[in-house]
């Protein structure tokens, strides 16, 4: 750990020489992605620390790094001897970062950021806690000169996504955007979101993990619309279907030089959850400024025919990959030989089998017995447990197709299995069955529907801690809003077209976990004379796992949606199995009684 304790030895030299007392370096990059390319790591090269959540702090003799629950025992390990405490997030006791800077300095003190790596709204807050402390917090890139062998930018070609899968042309997509503008009295519309631009524009890329996007910034203003990439990402191909579709390129790097040349008499839409400060600090401050969510963000939670239609193909795929994979899991289980890794692994073969296939949607979460009750566990080599006949195993995972995106979690008894952990299996179940089969009257908001999926749960003092659905993109991000189901309030209404998770779960620490997702698709119930109704249409096609329900526990309808689920699956899989497989899905989708 030696190279850290010189990293920040380093950082705390330059900050002497700048003046600054502090320095927050969070895991996040100048686009707001949940993953992020290797350039952007500073919080990872700074500290150690390689967890999905987390954020450093340096002062001139301190150092801590806030994390939630689930990195608690690998922040512990990694930030080992390197001088720099972990400091665990929820707890009672603990301090949230600028309370805990409050107490480390005094008035006067400057608090660094690079402003590349903060939203406008995050920084403004920021700044106001701290200023009533009488300290200042300034916009200073300091890793830019500490940071010296930094890795490059990706610079992987992009490619056109075909409009015979995604369903509208960009030209499209960019009158619709415009005529949004115009709703909010806009001229020009900064997008550094990158899952936005790819669909905005239609084009995808391999820059990060999991998410087909593309690093790119982009203006659309009501006659201009401009992309801002590094030049060796574009071919031929890809800067002629652009140009048609009235888009010009510009580099990367010009972005805040464009900024800086807005004319005054233009208004400005941005995203502030979203657009990062140094971006912000760039826009001429004589511009009117209209904050308020990305249009694009709302557009695009709308699939269209075509998009839908697609996803239904991705879904028959996973199902047929699905299939493979756990009838092999039970033909090997008792060989002693398969590890939560080896079978991610194994996974992964049989979702390449199927065509159109671009990678999986986000890191496959295999949690055999108590690992299966860490939420985001992430099997390694040293952790992964090996797999037995016996016991629970939860498989949360999902593939990224031409046609669509896939997000399953499947819970499978591997062997004999508890009356308790039927029991909660089944509560469970139930949960997920109440929220599926919800009627709605338009209007709703998701955390209006949230209790349907914990009653059965919460009725016995049960409950779980995450969220029970998040929206997906069109093979874009798994995690796409602005749409969610959960306990937190949010405003955006759930509408027709809408795609997201119905994932409800059960955690026992140090014994085993149990989810249940599958994805589910908004569209319309019913209109009557108190106004239009929606439903939600179960789109996800693999069997849920009678060895673990408690049939006992289930009234008729519950009883009747399962064996209805179970025909649906076998009817849209079964025709591209070969025999074995055929059998072996008919006994996995027959009906109970």
Known sequence: MEHIKYRVASLRELMNKKGISACIIPGTDPHASEYIAEYWKERVWISGFNGSAGTAVITLNKAGLWTDSRYFLQGTEQLSGTGIELIKQGLPETLEIIPWLSDELKAGDKVGVNPQMFSVNTYAAMKSELKTEGVELISIDLLAEVWTERPSLPLNPIFVFDTKYNGKVSKEKLTALRAELKKAKANIFVMSALDDIAWLFNVRGNDVDYNPVVIAYALVAEEKATLFIAPEKLTAETRLYLEKEGVSVADYTAINDTLKGISASKAVLIDGSKLNQSMFEAIPSVCAIRNTMSPVFKLKSIKNEVEMAGVRRAMVKDGVALTKFFKWLEENVASG????????????????????????????IAGYGPHGAIVHYSATEESASVLKPEGIFLLDSGGQYLDGTTDITRTVALGKVTDKQKTDFTLVMKGHIALGTAVFPAGTRGTQLDILARKAMWDLGLNYGHGTGHGVGHFLNVHEGPQSIRMDENPTVLQSG????????????????????????????????????????????????????????????????LNAYHQKVFVNVSPSLNESEKIWLENKCSAIK
């Open 337 to 364: 030989k398969l590890t939560e890794v080896s079978v991610d692994k194994k996974l992964y073969e049989f979702r390449k089998e199927q065509e159109n296939f671009m990678g999986e949607s986000f890191g496959t």
């Open 498 to 561: 809408m795609f997201m998770s119905n994932e409800p779960g059960m955690y026992r620490t140090g014994e085993y976990g149990i989810r249940i997702e599958n994805l589910v698709h908004i569209v319309p119930a019913m209109q009557t004379e108190f106004g239009q109704f929606l439903q939600f249409e179960t789109v996800t096609l693999f069997p849920i796992d009678k060895n673990l329900i408690a049939i006992e526990m289930l009234n008729e309808t519950e009883k009747n949606w």
